[in-house]
């Protein structure tokens, strides 16, 4: 079964700081893999997602992810924190296997929340 | 700026009441999802449709909860009777399957407690 843990339920950086925020799958197919945003009172947003081309994956906002199958992690980074990056971040895994197989629904982690001080 | 909107936005009830939530899609999604999110549990999915055909609920206490999608333009979660452990967030999010899993767009969500 497909799993996803985010270490830190907490994350607390300083304004211009470097974010990293840590997401580690467990997954018996190559999954497909996604950062959503949540900011107070809203829905999640995606940020970014990986499905299977390049392991760097681009996101809006300026973040980025790198999809490293040797360490089944898939972190979140920030070159520059900004305050309004301040939210709560969810990964989350995919197990589809194509149309016959599984549907692919997300399993989400349990978030990391991200605290930016001025 | 296409969204997913839900309603109500807030609910406040009684124990043993019923709750309707409701969910208008982004037109021209063929995926509609609900999740419940919770400080306990996190993001847990509920239930989820396909071209408004249910694919699998096994995420709600059947007892009490039922999901629908009348019309691609509405999809609803009812409780009855509501009990005081049904209270959080529940998210509809709705999304286009072409092949590879969808981008899931998230509405703001029914926040709802019962007392």
């Known amino acids: 079964a497909q799993s996803v843990t985010q270490l830190g339920s907490h994350v607390s950086v300083s304004e211009g700081a470097l974010v990293l925020l840590r997401c580690n799958y467990s997954?018996?197919?190559?999954?497909?893999l996604f950062w959503y945003v949540q900011y107070p009172n809203q829905g999640l947003q995606l940020l970014l997602k990986y499905t299977s081309a390049a392991t760097l994956v681009k996101g809006i906002n300026g973040f980025e992810a790198e999809f490293k199958k040797s360490e089944t992690s898939f972190h979140l980074t920030k070159p520059s924190a900004h305050m309004s990056d301040a939210a709560e971040y969810f990964c989350?895994?995919?197990?589809?296997?194509?149309?016959?197989?599984?549907?692919?629904?997300?399993?989400f982690g349990k978030g990391t929340k991200l605290s930016v001080k001025p | 700026d296409a969204r997913v909107t839900q309603t109500p936005r807030h609910k406040v009830t009684e124990m043993g009441q019923e709750v309707t939530m409701r969910c208008q899609p982004i037109l021209g999604h063929n995926t509609v999802f609900w999740y419940r999110q919770t400080m306990m549990q996190g993001l847990e999915l509920l239930a989820y449709?396909?071209?408004?055909?249910?694919?699998?609920d096994s995420g709600m206490p059947k007892d009490r909860f039922s999901a629908e999608m009348p019309d691609a333009t509405l999809a609803t979660l009812k409780i009855q009777p509501s009990e005081p452990r049904d209270s959080a967030v529940y998210f509809c999010?709705?999304?286009?399957?072409?092949?590879?899993?969808?981008?899931?767009?998230f509405g703001p969500g029914t926040r709802l407690l019962v007392l």
């Open positions: 989350a895994v995919s197990d589809f296997r194509g149309p016959r197989g599984s549907q692919g629904n997300l399993i």
């Open positions: 997954s018996s197919v190559p999954p497909y």
């Open positions: 449709f396909r071209n408004r055909a249910p694919l699998d």
């Open positions: 999010a709705s999304g286009f399957r072409t092949g590879v899993p969808e981008t899931q767009y």
